[in-house]
């Protein structure tokens, strides 16, 4: 017959265990550690560098990817405020390049899938998978975001001056 303090002790393990398992579990589906970079000089290696510059919260670095028309109409405050949840809820996030399509016009579309995976303790993991789409432009020699890029869902239209009065 076992004692109280065995059975203690049997429980303090078992939850170290669990705690030991989930901190594995984390750090293996940890998207800093998977996947190579992508040279900057590339379509796919823009869109790696614009997700990963949300993620650290590098919002000026993710505007700069923008094409000079999207950063006049979406601010760095705009990013910020459109997909500051996509940084605060990174982890367990991995970003895979699914394809790259030529269009016409010079532009060049890239679409990535996105998976989370959430560990919960003691024992659920929950996984989910969507895909994004980003269409891309060079512009002075660099690859651009044409279009306003998933994480953030829109850019508000820039305020327009009041017009004079009539005289």
Known sequence: MRSSSS???????????????????VVLVNPRESGKILSEETP???????????????YELAHSYLTA???SDCTVDQIKSMSHWFAESS??????????EQLSRGRVAVRV???EVRVSP?????ESDHQERYVL???DGQWRLTETPWPISWCPPPEKP???PAP
Request: charged share 25%; net charge positive; no cysteine.
């Open 69 to 71: 028309k999207l950063r």
């Open 7 to 25: 059975r203690w002790l049997l429980a303090v393990a078992l939850v170290v265990v669990l705690l030991i398992a989930a901190s594995v579990t």
């Open 137 to 139: 432009v060079q512009e």
């Open 44 to 58: 796919e290696g823009i869109v790696q560098r614009f997700i990963r510059a949300i993620q650290d919260q590098d």
């Open 162 to 164: 009041a017009p004079a």
């Open 91 to 100: 982890q367990g996030r991995q970003v895979d390049l699914i394809d790259k």
């Open 113 to 115: 899938r996105i998976t």
């Open 122 to 126: 003691p024992f659920m993991v929950n």
